[in-house]
């Protein structure tokens, strides 16, 4: 079954760091390029940061641009998030999806995606 599942969310204080990790199952994640969205209570899906298939480049949204990092270990099929200095702003729901082309992760275009993880929740609050 062909599936990406994340991990990593929690509840953290203000200016805390969580690492959030996206897995792949069922297929080979080496072969995509990664985003990870979020989407908060009330708003739209927003795409946060995406990296190449072999790690080569990345984007970031300007809202986080300085404070998240995107990596991956293609040998574990995983792409990580590091997220520090966070905000309550960041609260939301994260996912990771996978697209083929390179183009539609550093654009952001949900439609564009192949597959899609269900999400963790972050929650930042004192």
């Known amino acids: 079954q062909l599936q990406l599942v994340e991990s990593g969310g929690g509840l953290v204080q203000p200016g805390g760091s969580l690492r959030l990790s996206c897995a792949a199952t069922g297929f080979t994640l080496g072969n995509y390029a990664i985003s990870w969205f979020r989407q908060a209570p009330g708003k739209e899906r927003e795409g946060v940061s995406c990296?190449?298939?072999?790690?080569?480049?990345?984007n970031y949204a300007d809202s986080v641009k300085g404070r998240f990092t995107i990596s991956r270990d293609n040998a574990k099929n995983t792409v990580y998030l590091q997220m520090n200095s966070l905000k309550p702003e960041d609260i939301a729901v994260y996912y990771c999806?996978?697209?083929?082309?390179?183009?539609?992760?550093?654009?952001?275009?949900?439609?564009?995606?192949?597959?899609w993880g269900k999400g963790t929740l972050v929650t930042v609050s004192s």
């Open positions: 990296i190449s298939s072999r790690g080569s480049s990345t």
């Open positions: 999806a996978a697209a083929r082309n390179y183009y539609y992760c550093s654009t952001f275009v949900p439609m564009a995606m192949n597959y």
